[in-house]
């Protein structure tokens, strides 16, 4: 039998981020290193599970509880700085 339904928590969120990225696997010269830089920008949807000043993080899936907590899988850390946009997606 299912469990009933329960309302996580946590708000559900949409994040845009400025990703890092880099992959050199040996020594380059500086003007053949993509030079301007491309920005990466990536897009999450999860829960808002740590909203710090520092850090965000969100976490795609979740367990509903079978006491007072809750399980979570693919949880991701986001500098603050570099959030572009955060939008609540419901209350």
């Keep these: 039998m299912a469990n009933k339904p329960v309302k996580p928590p946590y708000p559900l969120v949409y994040v845009e981020w ?8 040996h020594w380059s010269k500086i003007p053949k290193i993509f030079l301007p830089p491309e920005p990466i920008i990536c897009r999450s949807v999860g829960w808002l599970v740590h909203d710090g000043k520092g850090h965000k993080v969100v976490v795609p899936h979740l367990t509903q509880p079978t006491d007072d907590t809750w399980d979570g899988m693919g949880e991701l850390t986001i500098p603050t700085a570099a959030v572009l946009k955060l939008t609540h997606l419901r209350r």
């Design 18 to 25: 400025d990703d890092s990225y880099g992959c050199s696997s």
